[in-house]
């Protein structure tokens, strides 16, 4: 008899122990249901335009770009980049393509960088009495590692391409200046 007894306290027992703790969960979820979206409140845009014209030489550049701040210290970005080239009787050239980005800020003013950059070049060069017309079309892949000085969206800097061919390259070096500004 004791122990049917001693059944029926554990059950009820474990009964109130149970409704106890779940009261006390339930209380314990304050939920705040937030239906705003903050991702565009995180999202920066920025980019160049470029013009540089003289003595037959004419180019025209357009590079939009955002970024993402994932917090204070570390961002990502995307951005497309279009471009004409010309030298007067010896070539025009198109230039388009895209690039991803990575920023680390490990202090405020230091901005560190790391950018993969594909764009396709279309050069069709000019026939002169030493060759004829020909054209030249590839993707050029570039991965520039660089370090600038940050004052608020303002970062001036240098970039290294560690991918840098200087007979396939679109650019005449791998070292670039550069100033990079987000709003």
């Not at 960088?113 to 993707?139: F, G, H, I, K, M």
Request: aromatic content about 16%; charged content about 15%.
């Amino acid at each position: 008899m004791h122990k049917i007894q001693f059944s029926i306290d554990c059950k009820l027992f474990f009964v109130i122990l149970t409704v106890l703790f779940s009261s006390s969960a339930i209380a314990q979820q304050n939920y705040v249901i937030d239906n705003s979206n903050h991702f565009w409140d995180k999202v920066q845009f920025g980019g160049g335009l470029g013009l540089e014209i003289g003595s037959g030489y004419t180019d025209i550049s357009v590079m939009p770009s955002a970024i993402y701040n994932i917090n204070e210290i570390v961002a990502v970005g995307v951005g497309l980049q279009f471009g004409y080239l010309s030298s007067k009787s010896y070539y025009n050239s198109f230039v388009y393509g895209g690039s991803v980005v990575g920023l680390v800020n490990p202090i405020p003013e230091i901005q560190l960088s790391a950018e993969l950059e594909q764009v396709r070049v279309n050069t069709d060069y000019n026939s002169t009495p030493y060759r004829p017309s020909y054209s030249d079309n590839y993707w050029n892949t570039a991965l520039y590692l660089g370090a600038g000085y940050r004052a608020g969206n303002v970062t001036i800097g240098a970039r290294y391409d560690v991918l840098y061919d200087p007979d396939r390259s679109l650019y005449g070096s791998g070292f670039m200046p550069f100033v990079r500004v987000y709003f």
